[in-house]
């Protein structure tokens, strides 16, 4: 099987191309990148003038719900959303029910994706067992059963010793950490940020320190420990802070931030649409600015959804009953064009942040890149087409997104999964 993706502007961040050049697939790998290569026999054409040809996206941070919210999201309808919303690959949190602190459910989530997955899925296992905090989850196991990494995603791991042999384990196994960073007592009640706007609406708040003191932890054990440690869905300003500062002294630390936390404030929460609340919750402008500043100086290296489904009727809820989350699969490319056309982020700098740093942290060396010999994942994108988000045509089983009604610009219109060709017009 082969596939010729032609004309396309190449932009390959993890080996510094961006071109107008040629991709020649074959058998499920990237065969050539080059200049008007020659049209091979029994070969596929895609004709991409004008459009963006990248690597495949990685989206580091998916709740896929299956085993046990199957009404939630399914690892099919979660790995279509994810194509759709232009992913070749996504990384499943292990807070399903069960949750993934065990190699069966680890290679049932594996099997499943096998066989009704539209992407690449590469499950994370819990620290915990039962993400309860009290007793570390079989971790070797975990690992030789193929997770990528390790999160009690959701949570913290309160117990400071606790996290710390977890890292102890992690580094040996050389399999990051990943951490969701909030403190268990302060704000635990609040729905939103601390701030005006909760004290306005009536609402319980959940401070930036709780997440700041815990990124302040976690950095401190990973340095003790010698593990690599990622956080997760960073959204305050003091958080930005602590890992600037931690980078310069530490190799090992890296960053994520949700399209949701470098877009919207806890203004939307004025709205009171159930599907604005989130955790860690949108913060103030003072912390979009620091985390737009931390995207541009790589602080924040990495763009990764948070993808966390949810059913209307849960949604439908009071604002304070409803539970967190929000869905982003199917919006995450355009909102991140759009840091492109506020001159915030160049458009190899947005892809880097969606294809090989998610891959050099994750160690998947054949992922996030078009070099020779890498996986046929690749994601061709319209910058120019209109995007009118509209959630009754998602994929997902998730409708819980605060973007419905947004016109953006930018999104994928085909890509390449394995070497196969998916038209998402
Ligand atoms: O808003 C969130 N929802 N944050 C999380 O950390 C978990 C997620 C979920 O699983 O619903």
Redesign the pocket.
Known sequence: MRLLIGGGRVIDPGQGIDAKLDVLIEDGRIAEVGHKLPVPRDCQVYEAQGRIVAPGLIDMHT?LREPGREDQETISSGTRAAVWGGFTSVVC?P?TQPPNDNQAVTKFILEQARTEGACHVFPVGCITKGQQGEELAEMGELAASGVVGFSD???SVANAELLRRAMEYAAMLDLPIIS?CQDAHLGHQGVMHEGLISTKLGLPGMPSAAEEIIVARDIRLAELTGARLHI??VSAAGSVDLIRQAKFRLADITAEVTPHHFTLTDEAVYSFDTNT????PLRSKDDLEAILTGLEDETLGVIAT?H?P?TLAEKEREFTLA????VGLETALPLALQLVSKDLLTLPGVIARLTINPARILDLPHKGTLAVGSDADVTIINPEKKVIVDPGSFKSKGRNTPFGGWELQGAAEAVVVSGKLINLQ
């Open positions: 709740h949190m807070n995603d959701g949570r969701h997760a869905h609340k989130v955790n860690p948070d966390a949810h539970p967190f989350g929000m």
